[in-house]
């Protein structure tokens, strides 16, 4: 209780706990990063990467699960990532070659990769 010019006050809303504020406060992240996640995949699919990766599947590329799955550990699997959407490559997963986007901006190249790699959590 509050005191106030002498008259006892009860606090604002006290049937609301800390716990209650933190579960709704949970719950609003994890909303914003499956918002996030949505649309980073969409992101992905606008950008065609869908016709060779899978997230469960090897397609002509590895599943995008298998790579976050190698680079879980990896501290330097980000920029390298990044680096390898824009670029392309060969080796890494076997002889067939991934394309490069050099047409896809560094920050839509660092989304997707921080994309790929968040499904391996």
Not at 32 to 43: N, Q, S
Not at 47 to 61: D, I, N, P, S, T
């Amino acid at each position: 209780m509050f005191r106030r010019q002498g008259v006892r006050t009860a606090p604002v809303a006290p049937t609301i706990g800390r716990g209650l504020l933190g579960a709704l406060a949970a719950v609003f992240v994890a909303l914003a990063a499956a918002d996030r996640a949505a649309a980073d995949e969409k992101l992905a699919r606008a950008r065609h990467c869908f016709a060779c990766h899978q997230v469960e599947k090897k397609l002509v590329g590895p599943a995008y699960r298998d790579i976050a799955a190698r680079y879980r550990n990896d501290t330097g699997a980000e920029a390298r990532l990044t680096r390898k959407i824009r670029e392309g490559g060969v080796g890494d997963w076997g002889v067939v070659a991934m394309a490069p986007n050099p047409a896809l901006t560094e920050a839509d190249a660092r989304t997707l990769a921080r994309w790929v790699l968040s499904l391996g959590r």
